[in-house]
């Protein structure tokens, strides 16, 4: 579905260079605003190292891409300030002592002060008491916050009142596919127009794997372009593989380990971003 605030994804000849080789390499896309995008591959194919470059994370080596009107490798910044990442390893780790409602707070909190529109969830300490303006301009932003909050959990997926403890639930208690939705909310708090959702199908069921893309598939069709790397794509997906396709891509993809520690260099250069 096109929406107010879904972008085309589109690259030609994308490729990507590290320190160990090729992480991925001729990678073309052509994906409409609000479409649900599927990178497929089997692990250690830099399908990670793609969803990163998509999303401004990573400089390709080679090719272009465009997200909505920006241009990569040249507008990393501007993709970036439009596009969210969600269970990405290395890069969106949740703390698993941290309850739900403490990282929904911290992440309102850093919107506050990077993202420009979202304030404080609550009054801060020690500021006494609020001229009756002021307190009511706080208190409508604490109210704006709430909602933008309770309208990512919704999109999400992620029903608080059947978790253990409601939001105050660590993160180390919750199922691995309510840690998945939970991350989702996160990103989707700054209302971004392209979401990228890394590892979507590892270790879940069937029945799991399909509640996953039920969400994924509902969020595309709200209007945010949906990026999300798998082992197995859905038939409704655009499929982008990363898979080797000659002799010399499968010699440099054959270790396991390279999409892992490219993930990790991607994260130290780029994880300021």
Same mark, same amino acid.
């Not at 039920?214 to 969020?219: E, N, Q, T």
């Given at each position: 579905?096109?929406?107010? $605030?879904?972008v085309?994804? =589109?690259a030609?000849?994308?490729?990507?260079?590290?320190?160990r080789?090729w992480?991925?390499?001729?990678?073309?896309?052509?994906a409409?605003?609000?479409?649900?995008?599927a990178?497929e591959?089997? =692990?250690g194919s830099?399908?990670?190292c793609?969803?990163?470059?998509l999303t401004?994370r990573?400089?390709?080596t080679e090719?272009?891409a =465009?997200?909505?009107?920006?241009?990569?490798?040249?507008q990393?910044?501007?993709?970036?300030r439009?596009?969210?990442?969600?269970?990405v390893?290395?890069?969106t780790d949740l703390?698993p002592a941290?309850?739900v409602e403490?990282?929904?707070? %911290?992440r309102a909190?850093?919107?506050?002060r990077?993202?420009?529109s979202?304030?404080?969830?609550?009054?801060p300490r020690g500021m006494?008491?609020?001229?009756a303006?002021? %307190?009511?301009?706080?208190?409508?932003?604490a109210?704006?916050?709430r909602l933008?909050?309770?309208?990512?959990?919704a999109a =999400?997926g992620l029903d608080?009142?059947a978790?253990?403890k409601?939001?105050?639930?660590?993160?180390r208690d919750?199922e691995r596919?309510?840690?998945l939705?939970?991350?989702?909310a996160?990103?989707l708090?700054g209302?971004p127009?392209?979401?990228g959702?890394d590892?979507t199908d590892?270790k879940?069921?069937?029945a %799991?794997?399909?509640?996953v893309?039920?969400?994924l598939r509902s969020?595309?069709e709200?209007?945010?372009?949906v990026?999300?790397?798998c082992?197995?794509a859905?038939k409704?997906?655009?499929?982008?593989?990363?898979a080797p396709?000659?002799e010399?891509d499968?010699?440099?993809? %054959? $270790?396991?380990?390279t999409?892992?520690?490219e993930?990790?260099d991607?994260?130290a250069?780029?994880?300021?971003?």
């Amino acid at each position: 579905m096109d929406g107010p $605030n879904a972008v085309a994804v =589109s690259a030609e000849g994308l490729g990507l260079k590290g320190p160990r080789g090729w992480a991925f390499r001729g990678v073309d896309i052509d994906a409409k605003p609000g479409a649900l995008v599927a990178v497929e591959g089997p =692990s250690g194919s830099g399908r990670t190292c793609l969803l990163l470059t998509l999303t401004g994370r990573m400089r390709p080596t080679e090719g272009a891409a =465009s997200v909505g009107p920006f241009r990569l490798p040249k507008q990393l910044s501007a993709v970036r300030r439009i596009s969210s990442l969600a269970h990405v390893p290395g890069v969106t780790d949740l703390d698993p002592a941290l309850t739900v409602e403490e990282h929904l707070r %911290e992440r309102a909190l850093l919107q506050r002060r990077f993202g420009g529109s979202l304030r404080t969830l609550l009054r801060p300490r020690g500021m006494g008491v609020l001229p009756a303006r002021a %307190e009511s301009r706080a208190w409508g932003r604490a109210a704006a916050s709430r909602l933008r909050i309770d309208t990512a959990l919704a999109a =999400s997926g992620l029903d608080r009142e059947a978790l253990p403890k409601g939001t105050r639930t660590a993160v180390r208690d919750l199922e691995r596919i309510e840690a998945l939705r939970l991350s989702v909310a996160l990103a989707l708090i700054g209302r971004p127009r392209l979401l990228g959702v890394d590892d979507t199908d590892l270790k879940l069921s069937d029945a %799991e794997r399909t509640q996953v893309w039920d969400l994924l598939r509902s969020v595309a069709e709200s209007g945010t372009t949906v990026v999300a790397v798998c082992s197995e794509a859905p038939k409704d997906a655009v499929v982008v593989s990363t898979a080797p396709r000659d002799e010399a891509d499968e010699q440099s993809s %054959e $270790n396991p380990e390279t999409d892992k520690k490219e993930t990790a260099d991607a994260l130290a250069e780029a994880g300021r971003a």
